[in-house]
């Protein structure tokens, strides 16, 4: 399938409202489950969630969806083109953007939705300073967001010549989401206080190891791969790769690089024991009937004490 994949106003149009029906339409139903119905409201009792708590949820589980949805369209485009990753097309590709771009933009404003509901927000300022305020907070997210992710469905969709499309690339890209879900429930399960089960070790050492494979390994492999079909050496692979190409495949690679290590820091931290001095310090007290909590105010009367 080496010829260009054509695709109508008609059917990109239908695809681009249904993705900005979809993701915005999954949240108001789980908001909708979480505060009109008596499942929701029992949940949020039993465990002690706040709005908050139950809108981060909410959000992490459409990450989710979305990232399976395009992992899919990624496995279906990669195991398509794999014979030229330059010049294979499959209509997927296409499909997947225009559904898919409107969920960058409504994650976005989504986040914004979640950060809202802290008590500590200062609603005395404007929303739009609001809005800026968290935008600057968040640096990493807005440029994936709102620069990268734009850039490669306007490079996608309107710079393809027909002949060198380029859709093993974007099948790839699309695979890279394969680690979020995971990410997604490691929030989600600590939320529901189940950090000491087995799923939370499991979904992590998933987490662990399928982040850097997907997220940072594929792209060599796929500038290897590339090289291996056209008879050039990796290092001449990435000087001979298109400047637009090369701008968005390094783009992607560092944000990738950074959260990793934000996971094994997070990892090595956990994985640390604790500190050996203050143990024993309160294990000697107790073995010899010193009390270990904090001294009595000095307003405080021993009846109140025993109390």
């Known amino acids: 399938m080496s010829s260009l994949v054509e695709m109508s106003q008609s059917r990109a149009t239908v695809l681009f409202i249904t993705g900005c029906v979809t993701f915005p339409g999954a949240l108001l139903l789980l908001q909708r489950v979480w505060f009109n119905t008596a499942v929701g409201a029992q949940i949020r009792k039993k465990l002690g969630f706040t709005d908050k708590d139950c809108t981060d949820i909410s959000v992490k589980a459409i990450s989710a969806g979305q990232a399976v949805l395009a992992s899919v369209a990624g496995l279906i485009v990669c195991s398509n083109c794999y014979r030229d990753v330059m010049y294979d097309s499959h209509p997927m590709t296409l499909d997947y953007a225009w559904f898919g771009i409107p969920y960058f933009v409504y994650d976005t404003f989504a986040m914004f939705y979640a950060s809202e509901m802290s008590p500590t927000v200062d609603k005395r300022s404007s929303m739009v300073g609001r809005f800026f305020k968290f935008i600057f907070r968040s640096p990493i997210i807005v440029i994936h ?3 990268l992710a734009p850039i490669g469905f306007g490079v996608l969709v309107f710079a393809r010549d027909g002949i060198r499309n380029g859709d093993f690339f974007m099948g790839v890209v699309y695979m890279m989401e394969i680690s979020t879900p995971f990410v997604s429930f490691r929030y989600i399960l600590s939320k529901f206080k189940l950090k000491s089960s087995p799923i939370y070790n499991l979904n ?4 662990i190891v ?14 290897n791969l590339y090289g291996q079909q056209s008879g050039m050496t990796f ?7 298109p400047w637009g190409w090369k701008v968005i495949f390094m783009a992607a690679i560092a944000p990738q690089i ?3 290590s934000l996971m094994c820091n997070g990892l090595i931290k956990m994985l640390r024991p604790s500190s050996p001095i203050s143990a024993p310090r309160v294990e000697n007290g107790a073995k010899n009937g010193v009390e270990t909590s904090s001294p009595p105010r000095p307003n405080s009367t021993p009846r109140a004490k025993e109390e």
């Open 145 to 147: 967001h709102m620069i």
């Open 204 to 207: 992590g050492i998933m987490m």
């Open 210 to 223: 399928l982040f850097p494979v997907f997220r940072i390994a594929s792209i060599f492999y796929t500038a």
């Open 235 to 241: 290092m001449e692979v990435l000087w001979e790769m």
């Open 258 to 260: 950074y959260w990793y």
